[in-house]
Structures are given as structure tokens and as C-alpha cells.
């Protein structure tokens, strides 16, 4: 079974950063596509950034420039560097799959950008 923790959130001011991270224990890691997703208050979870098996990564507008997506195989780990967050950034934090049958949710981990 896949286990996620994802970490590093916290309260930011306008313009901060945070680097967030997701330990993915129990599966080949270096095989998937993986993503982050946001969930903000009041919306659905949605994928803000990706990178596949091959390095190649992708983000959803708002976050382009903004956000780097990267993984360690070494590490089993996936993160999402925060650059210049906007009070629209705040929302849990979730990593997952981003294709097929997507593995249980971890606990998530919020952010919070307010001045």
C-alpha cells in the first residue's frame, strides 16, 4: 500500500516562498507521473503542477513562474517549490498520482499566505 506525507506548509507573508515536500513510501516511485494538487476553501482539489517519470513538468497558469515542481528518486520524494505566493495560494497541499487510479490521499499540508 502507498503511503504519502506530504510537509512544509505554514504561514507565509505576500511575496514569501515555502518549499513543500511528499515522501511517497511503498511504490516504484521513479515509474509515475506525479502531482501536486490544491485544495482551496470553497473548491474542488485541483492538480497545480505535474511531472512525469521522464522530467517533464507542467503547471497550471496561475502558478507558472511561480511554482517549480521537482522529485528525487533517490529519496522517494517529490516537491513543489513556492516562489511569490499570493493569498490566493493558500489551501491544503496534497501529492498524488496524475494518471490512472490515483493512491489513497495523505494527510495534505496547508498553507496559508496572509500579510
Known amino acids: 500500500q502507498v503511503h504519502l506525507v506530504e510537509s512544509g506548509g505554514g504561514l507565509v507573508q505576500p511575496g514569501g516562498s515555502l518549499k513543500l515536500s511528499c515522501a511517497v513510501s511503498?511504490?516504484?516511485?521513479?515509474?509515475?507521473?506525479l502531482g501536486w494538487y490544491q485544495k482551496a476553501p470553497g473548491k474542488e482539489r485541483e492538480l497545480v503542477a505535474f511531472i512525469r517519470s521522464s522530467g517533464h513538468t507542467n503547471y497550471k497558469n496561475s502558478t507558472k513562474g511561480r511554482f517549480t515542481i521537482s522529485r528525487s528518486s533517490a529519496e522517494n520524494t517529490l516537491y513543489l517549490q513556492m516562489n511569490n505566493l499570493k493569498p490566493d495560494d493558500t489551501a491544503d497541499y496534497y501529492c498524488?498520482?496524475?494518471?490512472?487510479?490515483?493512491?489513497?490521499w495523505g494527510q495534505g499540508t496547508h498553507v496559508t499566505v496572509s500579510s
Open positions: 498524488n498520482k496524475i494518471t490512472g487510479l490515483l493512491w489513497s
Open positions: 511503498g511504490s516504484r516511485f521513479g515509474d509515475e507521473d
